[in-house]
């Protein structure tokens, strides 16, 4: 399941992945990066993964590459448990230039600020 808030001008854009993300939530992603990307740019994204169900870190990877638009953003957050630690390293390869940074789960609020 993907939720994504943070679509109008001036809002930091949040992708919430719980459980099994689909090949749907890819798509509904890489929609609301593009219609962010056309109000305004640089972007700056929050991530948080909860409970994810069937997917690696490596899969939630591979899931970016279909995504043209991430050289849009400035900065982004990651907010998940453990199992992602590293996360950031990885993206920072795929997309150069992006200023990342991973927080635990209850940090949310120390992310969004950092966003800000």
Do not use: C
């Not at 939720?3 to 929609?31: C, M, R, W, Y």
């Not at 899969?59 to 996360?87: C, M, N, Q, R, Y």
């Amino acid at each position: 399941m993907l939720e994504i808030k943070g679509e109008n001008k001036g809002e930091i854009l949040e992708v919430t992945t719980e459980g099994t993300a689909t090949q749907d939530d890819l798509q509904k992603f890489e929609k609301a990066l593009k219609a962010k990307k056309l109000q305004e740019e640089p972007i700056n994204i929050l991530f948080i993964f909860k409970d994810i169900d069937g997917n690696t870190p490596k899969a939630l990877l591979e899931g970016w590459k279909i995504a043209t638009h991430l050289k849009s953003i400035k900065k982004s957050a990651i907010v998940a448990d453990e199992s992602f630690v590293g996360l950031n390293d990885k993206i920072e390869k795929l997309i150069p230039g992006v200023e990342i940074n991973q927080y635990p789960l209850e940090e949310l609020e120390a992310a969004r600020e950092w966003l800000s």
